[in-house]
């Protein structure tokens, strides 16, 4: 289950302070401790293995969530015509997760599901592991899915659509779920941030999809009170981001970041050109200072996996729907990784079927882990 953290007071960071925004929003007091972790358990039957985590702005969960009827069904049955109770593999989150190998960790973003949406919450737990087929094993716990949720609830910042705005969600391999906790840091009241441990291998995973900055107002979330702009936010959710991070560090755990983080880095990162506004120019380097610069320097020293595998490889997680393919994209959706993390592999799903109905498209990483069970697919 999904828990929240009621109160905070981290030990002091070694890492030079960032100044915060001239209009820092209050935030809601941090918990005190996070619990402390042994070292990856080392069994006789412990073995080298893998863990893939994939990451993806669905930009709305719902097309997903419809059971649609083949056109088999609106046929005449008769004694010999087998039932089935399998859904088909067009907008199935499952067909995706089977093109995909079944990996350990999916993080979505922008899931747009209402806090009080009970019902589509049900449905994104049976989907993903309803059979796509008759020959579809939904007993193994390596092919089933747990799904975790962050929703938004401040009144005052997420209240288009019904509510229908943001939203996160992390759906976890149970033959891996086991001693997992799933965290929602009390001062993103957004739906944007879940964090993952996983004691068995030293590691938080954090799914995340960060504030995009634009002029738009933020406000208190306590009195509705416009205290500054989206990029002042988009800066303060960078802070309280690393600092999260940071906190874990401290404790001997292993991070990763996966998510849309609305950032892209270099002209490298973007075609035709990146968004050259001062305030854009402000939340690329403020970026870099709390994540990539290192930690003599107040960063958090983290490897941008994609970079680190593929090199200067030119490819693309935002793809526009407005425009034709190719016309104009950014590579905006980042796995980033912590010194102590093995990395084996990552890449961005760049075409247009993978994108579905979204905006963006799927990216992935695969890291190196000591494991006591972890199933291959």
């Given at each position: 289950?999904?828990?929240?953290?009621?109160?905070?007071?981290?030990?002091?960071?070694?890492?030079?302070?960032?100044?915060?925004?001239?209009?820092?929003?209050?935030?809601?007091?941090?918990?005190?401790?996070?619990?402390?972790?042994?070292?990856?358990?080392?069994?006789?039957?412990?073995?080298?293995?893998?863990?893939?985590?994939?990451?993806?702005?669905?930009?709305?969960?719902?097309?997903?969530?419809?059971?649609?009827?083949?056109?088999?069904?609106?046929f005449p049955t008769t004694s010999a015509?087998?039932?089935?109770?399998?859904?088909?593999?067009?907008?199935?989150?499952?067909?995706?997760?089977?093109?995909?190998?079944?990996?350990?960790?999916?993080?979505?973003?922008?899931?747009?599901?209402?806090?009080?949406?009970?019902?589509?919450?049900?449905?994104?737990?049976?989907?993903?592991?309803?059979?796509?087929?008759?020959?579809?094993?939904?007993?193994?716990?390596?092919?089933?899915?747990?799904?975790?949720?962050?929703?938004?609830?401040?009144?005052?910042?997420?209240?288009?659509?019904?509510?229908?705005?943001?939203?996160?969600?992390?759906?976890?391999?149970?033959?891996?779920?086991?001693?997992?906790?799933?965290?929602?840091?009390?001062?993103?009241?957004?739906?944007?941030?879940?964090?993952?441990?996983?004691?068995?291998?030293?590691?938080?995973?954090?799914?995340?999809?960060?504030?995009?900055?634009?002029?738009?107002?933020?406000?208190?979330?306590a009195t509705g009170k416009v205290v500054?702009?989206?990029?002042?936010?988009?800066?303060?959710?960078?802070?309280?981001?690393?600092?999260?991070?940071?906190?874990?560090?401290?404790?001997?755990?292993?991070?990763?970041?996966?998510?849309?983080?609305?950032?892209?880095?270099?002209?490298?990162?973007?075609?035709?050109?990146?968004?050259?506004?001062?305030?854009?120019?402000?939340?690329?380097?403020?970026?870099?200072?709390?994540?990539?610069?290192?930690?003599?320097?107040?960063?958090?020293?983290?490897?941008?996996?994609?970079?680190?595998?593929?090199?200067?490889?030119?490819?693309?997680?935002?793809?526009?729907?407005?425009?034709?393919?190719?016309?104009?994209?950014?590579?905006?959706?980042?796995?980033?990784?912590?010194?102590?993390?093995?990395?084996?592999?990552?890449?961005?799903?760049?075409?247009?079927?993978?994108?579905?109905?979204?905006?963006?498209?799927?990216?992935?990483?695969?890291?190196?882990?000591?494991?006591?069970?972890?199933?291959?697919?």
């Amino acid at each position: 289950m999904s828990t929240r953290t009621t109160s905070l007071s981290p030990p002091p960071l070694k890492r030079r302070r960032i100044s915060p925004p001239k209009a820092s929003s209050p935030t809601s007091p941090r918990p005190s401790t996070i619990p402390k972790i042994s070292q990856p358990e080392t069994t006789t039957h412990s073995r080298s293995t893998s863990l893939r985590i994939y990451s993806w702005n669905i930009n709305g969960i719902a097309p997903y969530l419809n059971q649609q009827r083949s056109i088999t069904s609106f046929f005449p049955t008769t004694s010999a015509t087998p039932k089935s109770t399998t859904r088909p593999s067009s907008l199935s989150l499952r067909a995706c997760f089977r093109r995909w190998a079944f990996p350990h960790i999916v993080c979505l973003q922008e899931v747009k599901i209402a806090p009080q949406d009970t019902s589509s919450q049900t449905s994104v737990r049976r989907v993903v592991n309803d059979p796509l087929s008759d020959d579809d094993d939904t007993t193994a716990v390596h092919r089933l899915y747990d799904a975790h949720f962050n929703l938004p609830r401040d009144k005052h910042n997420a209240t288009g659509f019904g509510g229908k705005v943001y939203g996160v969600c992390m759906l976890v391999r149970r033959d891996i779920a086991t001693a997992l906790k799933v965290r929602i840091p009390d001062w993103d009241l957004e739906g944007r941030v879940q964090i993952l441990e996983l004691p068995k291998h030293a590691l938080v995973v954090l799914g995340v999809y960060a504030v995009n900055g634009t002029t738009n107002p933020y406000r208190d979330p306590a009195t509705g009170k416009v205290v500054g702009d989206r990029h002042m936010r988009k800066r303060r959710f960078h802070e309280e981001l690393r600092h999260e991070c940071a906190r874990y560090e401290d404790h001997g755990w292993n991070v990763i970041i996966a998510g849309d983080i609305n950032i892209s880095q270099t002209p490298l990162d973007s075609y035709p050109q990146l968004r050259m506004g001062r305030d854009h120019v402000l939340n690329r380097t403020h970026f870099r200072d709390c994540f990539i610069k290192g930690k003599e320097e107040g960063g958090l020293g983290m490897r941008d996996s994609f970079r680190e595998i593929r090199g200067e490889e030119r490819k693309f997680s935002y793809r526009p729907r407005e425009r034709a393919w190719g016309e104009g994209m950014d590579r905006v959706d980042l796995v980033l990784v912590s010194q102590g993390v093995k990395l084996k592999d990552a890449d961005i799903l760049d075409t247009e079927d993978e994108r579905g109905t979204s905006d963006h498209v799927p990216l992935c990483v695969e890291i190196e882990t000591a494991s006591a069970g972890i199933a291959e697919e």
